[in-house]
């Protein structure tokens, strides 16, 4: 019988669906590519390359590859770097690869000559980072099914593993202990110890340091390796060019959509939204303390987000800071020189869009701020300018005490190390290569969102402490990158007569003043922080200081769904600063929202500065436990946000001690009802 066209496309359509599950839509989905349609060959595994491990490291004669999942960046650093070093020290063959980029699955295919390593950081709530998530939930999962069936699928793979975590959060380092778990299980080979780095300790890099030794001394045991002198070895190649700025140069622009002047969603860690800053003020009423309040209006394109959300903030850095960093490496007078920056190998990727300039890397491109890494000074010792200079470079690269003592007590940035290494002569010898290999990528920075997706749907807002920090022996403050840029933007927008912030002089304009007229670049990341779908239940808010950000979103939101008509139960926010008349933030938005919801809304506050002793919202939260204990047995849901290192941990005890006072029972089971309570997203946390 002959086929009806509905019975033709029913079929096809069938056919089609069966392609799309077995190709899991790898046919005609669109290779990710951060920096738009030049930099295709940028990464390992673009379109038409293959997603298989055991083949990329075929294909392309390596025996290692580093995989790491990064939100920060700093674990893909911590790739990049085992990668080199395993190469100049190792001669191993070594790649770096985003896990996103390959199928976990065919892990079975990487045969035992060769060794794969994971650099995985923990986020937040023990939780994978974004790319690494596909891959978690298959090695942890029932049953982990690969490409070719056996009792031990995984009996010839060798591994090594780092994790990068923070002690003050429960589920320290979850993600490498869970990885290194389940790998043994599939009958993997570990290679050393799984490391561990600290963040809450501050100790990240030297756990670092002193991780990598002993595996590297087990791998080159394992493998037959020989170590050799270390010498530098560029993975990039970066020349000048004679051509003058043209409209293929980035200067700045993120990727190829913002360098044809075609910004268009999706927006993401990729893409950033130019948003226009609707409105910006100061928060605090002292001088020597700054918090902003800015509002970025996204009415002009698809961005939305959920009361909860974080912004991200591209920022970039202080012109003062890419001067002084220019002047010491003696770049200064060639910083609009065109460059083109090429990987050497086809697994690397150029970690930014080029042909550009040295002023555009230095100034959008590179964290030239923050602290330097020891490793990465001892790799420098050998473009020193002078002997003198060499040695120091060679001392403080071996010497972890003295490292300290002369650098991190100093918080010196990479341009003030190298400054006061020579005594101001400048290292006109390393290669700018070495550069963008040991300075981490400039990283957006994340703010929880402090108005409500229900009431301001198109309008954002964040509400930052500019960052500013004296230290001892300094003359100039430490001060945050992204938010005195921020203040810049808000200086600027207030027709401040002091616009450049500190005489930091950010280019607020952006790159072809393409940010001009009060614009910044923006974008929403998803967060778990959410209120309870039912208004009527009571909430317990715990935010001091900014942690108060998400909770004049939730507060906004229940007065208008109180104002709606909306049954909105109990809201306690517990706020704390140090005194009433300093830094209280919102404190007469607190009195409009009581104006609305009434009795149902009930500000708490602590200020640790007028009374006698000091007293923080840990302690309110104590006197009221009677009150705590009564809407927690009514099912209400807690928040906590702010400060990860002590407060968010004492607030844990606390209501631990609370519930075990209130309802007769030990400490012991307070903690477990408060781990329970957690589990069920009663009790959620947003803290940094
Ligand atoms: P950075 O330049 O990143 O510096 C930050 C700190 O790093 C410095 O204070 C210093 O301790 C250290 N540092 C920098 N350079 C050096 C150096 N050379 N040597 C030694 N140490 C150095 N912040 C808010 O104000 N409000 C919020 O609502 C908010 N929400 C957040 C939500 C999440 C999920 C996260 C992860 C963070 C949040 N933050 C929030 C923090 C925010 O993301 C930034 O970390 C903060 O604003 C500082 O950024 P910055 O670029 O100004 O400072």
Avoid at 337 to 342: G, I, Q, Y
Avoid at 384 to 408: I, R
Avoid at 639 to 644: N, S
Wanted: charged share 25%; glycine share 8%.
């Amino acid at each position: 019988a002959e086929l009806d066209t509905l019975d033709v496309i029913v079929l096809s359509l069938i056919l089609l669906g069966t392609v799309a599950y077995f190709t899991k839509g790898k046919l005609w989905g669109v290779a990710k590519d951060p920096y738009g349609a030049t930099f295709n060959n940028a990464s390992g595994a673009k379109a038409g390359k293959t997603r298989n491990i055991g083949e990329i490291l075929d294909e392309s004669g390596k025996n290692c590859i580093v995989f790491y999942g990064s939100q920060t960046g700093t674990a893909e650093d911590y790739a990049s770097r085992l990668a080199k070093e395993g190469k100049s020290r190792f001669g191993l063959e070594t790649m770096v690869a985003d896990l996103e980029d390959f199928d976990i699955d065919s892990l079975d295919t990487v045969t035992s000559d060769k060794v794969v390593m994971f650099v995985l950081a923990t986020y937040g709530e023990g939780e994978p980072t974004d790319n690494a998530v596909e891959f978690f939930e298959f090695l942890t999962g029932d049953e982990p099914a690969f490409s070719q069936s056996s009792d031990v699928p995984l009996g010839s793979l060798n591994y090594v593993g780092f994790g990068l975590g923070n002690n003050t959060y429960e589920h320290y380092n979850l993600m490498i202990r869970a990885v290194d778990k389940a790998l043994q299980k599939l009958g993997a080979n570990r290679i050393g110890e799984a490391g561990e780095g600290d963040d809450g300790a501050g100790t990240m890099e030297e756990d670092f340091l002193a991780w990598k030794e002993p595996m590297w001394t087990a791998l080159a045991d394992k493998m037959g390796l020989e170590e050799r002198e270390a010498v530098y070895e560029p993975i990039f190649s970066i020349t000048e060019s004679s051509a003058t700025e043209s409209s293929l140069v980035y200067l700045g622009e993120p990727n190829k959509m913002h360098l044809d002047g075609k910004s268009q969603g999706p927006f993401n860690a990729h893409n950033p939204y130019v948003a226009p800053i609707a409105e910006s003020h100061e928060l605090f009423t002292v001088k020597d303390r700054n918090c902003l309040h800015i509002e970025v209006d996204v009415s002009g394109s698809n961005v939305s987000y959920q009361t909860g959300d974080h912004l991200a903030v591209w920022p970039s850095n202080a012109g003062a800071e890419v001067d002084r960093f220019l002047d010491i490496v003696d770049l200064a007078a060639q910083r609009d020189t065109v460059v083109s920056v090429r990987a050497l190998e086809a697994t690397t990727k150029v970690p930014f869009p080029a042909p550009t300039t040295y002023d555009a890397i230095v100034r959008y491109h590179m964290e030239i701020c923050g602290p330097v890494s020891r490793q990465f000074v001892a790799t420098l010792a050998a473009f020193a300018p002078d002997e003198a200079s060499k040695a120091e470079m060679t001392k403080l690269g071996g010497d972890k005490d003295y490292f300290h003592e002369k650098v991190s007590a100093h918080s010196l940035n990479i341009a003030g190390l190298l400054k006061a290494v020579s005594k101001g002569k400048k290292w006109a010898s390393i290669p700018f290569s070495a550069f963008v290999e040991g300075i981490n990528k400039l990283q957006p920075r994340y703010y929880s969102i402090s108005s409500s997706a229900v009431v301001q749907p198109k309008k954002i807002s964040i509400t930052a402490v500019v960052e500013s920090q004296v230290i001892p022996g300094r003359e100039d403050n430490l001060r945050g990158v992204a938010t005195n840029y921020l203040y810049a933007l808000k200086q600027k927008q207030n027709s401040d007569p002091s616009p450049d912030a500190f005489g930091l002089t950010y280019q607020t304009a952006g790159p072809r003043n393409k940010y001009d007229g009060i614009q910044v670049p923006v974008h929403v990341r998803h967060s778990n922080f959410k209120l309870p779908s039912d208004p009527s239940k009571p909430i317990i808010l715990v935010g001091p200081g900014t942690g108060v950000a998400p909770f004049r979103a939730f507060v906004q939101e229940r007065a208008k769904l109180a104002a709606d008509g909306e049954a909105v139960g109990k809201t306690l926010l517990f706020f704390g600063c140090r005194k009433s008349t300093e830094d209280f933030l919102y404190k007469d938005e607190w009195e409009e929202y009581k104006r609305v919801l009434g009795d149902n809304f009930e500000l708490v506050t602590a200020f640790s500065r007028e009374g006698k002793n000091k007293v923080y919202v840990q302690h309110r939260l104590k006197e009221r436990a009677e009150e705590v204990n009564k809407l927690l047995e009514s099912k209400a849901y807690i928040y906590v946000c702010g400060d990860a290192s002590h407060m968010a941990r004492e607030v844990n005890t606390v209501v631990g001690q609370i519930i075990a006072g209130q309802r007769g029972i030990s400490e012991a089971k307070g903690d477990e009802i408060v781990k329970s309570m957690r589990a069920a997203n009663q009790y959620q946390e947003d803290v940094w």
